[in-house]
């Protein structure tokens, strides 16, 4: 109890500074979205001209792209004194810095090309989404007036990307453990190469996965992996160009995977129900687009899927209870994707210390299908996604972020595995160091297959029970977080910030061989959040303690968790 009243006395600490923080004194975004940092300070410390026009200027005059100079930064920065230091010069020395060539290859600015602020925004996202970089900004150094030519700046900085060792997780009450090799920008060529063995609750095994994004410098990308597990293998590979940016015109891919596995039902965090797949995917797509035209971009895409499962008795010590079905899909499919150009960049709302693009547009994308006997498959059926997403302001100090997804099968008139799922988000920023945040999500089932269910536990937010603890047809989640961020930047590894939360979350509805739903489930608690500053794997760390309220006896009245998230 001491435990739960200190939580809730640094919320209430966290909600009192925060209601004096006075309303944007512009009434516009900058200040909600820079937390209160200049958003040219980045380009000013790398030594912009004064006398350089500004970037929409440039633009405006048809400015011609001239030299692009690429700038990499090392880990640690020697001209500051808290970080020259020994063991700080000793990882640079070894660390092998990203190539010119490597980020060249990401730029969508060309020599000859007319300059584009767009295009300059969206290089620097594209960089600033790899892991085994920590920043980047892309910023004009000269101009030369009578040949109307530009001079660019590519700056990146880069983070200590090779990890061996021994990592360690926990959630919902089981234990995850890692031991492998890991390197995010092998040779300094941003290709992913990782070997190791890896242990969860479901299973075992070592793995070799191999990514390049960027393959031979082109904007080419190839996915391979093999998985040998405790209970099957799976072997992935893909490889394709895909619109790799907003006025990309043409996109095309291919993707196989074949995988043998154990597949287990859960119920109130226990297993009670298991079965051998077997499952077969191919994917071929393709699309094209006019690219972007007055800030939205349409893409029309097509190609054929091949999805095959073939389940069978786990031959474990316990009997198979349920054997779902056979599943072969055989289908040509059609779709469009619309995509609204409109980013922004933060700091301190879902990263600690570190540039955040955030997306404040709206998307859709639609595919339909057709599978049948004639063409490969066991049914005749419409096949169909759905997906959305958007953010926009809130006031003067609000964000909202709505996401949803929609997918399944039209079987006989009626729909059949389909899943429909809704989020929206909402942070409330008090000043640069406290977030407010509250999220909802739901998903709802028509006619699931045996091996899909929807759960709710400690792996998937209710941070305070076991994972995969309730099972339903329907799910609802809501979670309220109070962040904070502090200045404290130890070692100078990793920042640190601070959580306290609480979730309410229940199913509805029956799912095989699972117990009647308990009802609504609440839990509270309160942790610490490491930003990972210098290291490309993770970039946060989250420690927390998690207490159910009015669980059942079976229950533990503390949840440990220990986990390696992309957001805070």
Known sequence: MRLLALGFGLLAVGLARGADMPARPDGGSAALLQGGQDPSAIARQSGQVADIPPAAELERRGAVVGHIDVAVDDIFNEDDPRENRALYRLANKLHLDTKDATVLSQVLLRPGETYSVQRAEETARILRDKRYLYDAVVEPTAYDPETN?????????????????IGVGRSGGENKTRARIVDENFLGRGQFLAVGYTSTVDRSGISVDFRDQNLLHSWWALDAGYTDASDGSTTNLAIGRPFFSLDSRWGAGMHVVTSEQINTLYDLGEQIDEFNQQSDFLGIEGGWSRGLVDGWTTRWLAGYRYDRSLFAESNQDAPTVLLPEDRTLSYPWVGVELIQDRYETTRNQDQIGRTEDVYLGKSLRLELGWTSEALGGDRSAGVFGLSSRMGNYVGKRGLVFLESTWNGRLESGSL????????????????????????????????????????????????????????????????????????????????????????????????????????????????????NARSGLGNVLHIDLAFPLGASSDISSMQVLLEAKKTF
């Open 416 to 531: 059949a595995d389909s899943l429909l799922s809704a989020e929206a988000s909402y942070y409330l920023r008090f000043n640069d160091k406290n977030i407010f945040t509250v999220a909802v999500d739901g998903q709802h089932g028509f006619d699931l297959d045996l091996d899909h269910q929807v759960l709710l536990g400690g792996d998937t937010g209710l941070r305070g029970y076991p994972l995969r603890y309730q099972t339903g047809d329907t799910r609802a989640l809501l979670s309220v977080e109070e962040r904070y961020f502090t200045d404290w930047f130890p070692f100078r590894l990793a920042r640190v910030g601070a959580a306290v939360f609480a979730d309410v979350g229940r199913t509805w509805g029956e799912a095989p061989l699972a117990s009647e739903p308990q009802g609504w489930l609440t839990d509270v608690g309160f942790g610490l959040r490491l930003g």
């Open 149 to 165: 030519t530009v001079d660019l700046r590519v700056r990146v900085r880069d983070v200590w990307s090779l990890s061996p060792g």
